[in-house]
């Protein structure tokens, strides 16, 4: 496991003691991507978060760790709501969530903190989507990748490793699989 999987997983599901230290590491995080690269983006009006997917009662520690960055917070709103029609691991699903407010017009941010295959993300989009919203980017704060999945996430796996992380470079400005 290595260090941003830690970091991604330990905020939402470690110990108290372990969220309370990692939590203000993931909101730097957020916060100093949007800061480099929001220009990329576009103009957003609403920063909401995905829903967890395994049934979290209270908050959502994305949502908590957001609401740590006031320059985010005010735009914070938590839109989306998990329906008994769940997206599917691999499939995205057109009534995986609900809007919980009125959204038309709004230019909303979708913030994920793990993209695995992406069902969860484009299930949002299509859910704020159908409610009149504009969605400009989803911005995810980790990957995780299975370079044992198959060729394809191998192949993904081995250009990813080949090119160190660094805040300078985001897949909007700089492009860089290209």
């Not at 599901?13 to 576009?42: E, K, N, T, Y």
């Not at 709501?81 to 699903?93: E, I, K, V």
């Not at 993209?115 to 299509?126: D, K």
Request: one cysteine or more; charged letters at 20%.
């Amino acid at each position: 496991m290595g260090p941003m999987h830690y970091l991604l997983r330990n905020y939402k599901d470690g110990s108290v003691q372990l969220q309370q230290r990692l939590r203000p590491r993931v909101a730097a995080l957020l916060a100093r991507f949007l800061q480099d690269h929001g220009h990329c983006i576009g103009r957003w009006d609403t920063i909401t978060v995905i829903p967890s997917s395994v049934g979290r009662t209270g908050p959502h520690p994305l949502a908590q760790t957001i609401g740590m960055v006031p320059e985010l917070a005010a735009s914070f709103d938590e839109l989306l709501r998990a329906t008994a029609q769940p997206a599917g691991h691999l499939a995205a699903s057109d009534h995986g969530f609900m809007v919980r407010y009125r959204v038309r017009g709004r230019r909303v941010l979708l913030i994920d903190d793990t993209f695995t295959s992406g069902a969860e993300v484009q299930s949002a989009a299509s859910a704020l989507q159908a409610a009149g919203a504009t969605i400009p980017a989803a911005v995810v704060l980790g990957r995780y990748l299975n370079p044992d999945f198959n060729q394809a996430a191998a192949e993904l796996w081995e250009r990813a490793r080949a090119r160190p992380f660094t805040f300078d470079r985001c897949c909007l400005c700089d492009q860089p699989w290209n």
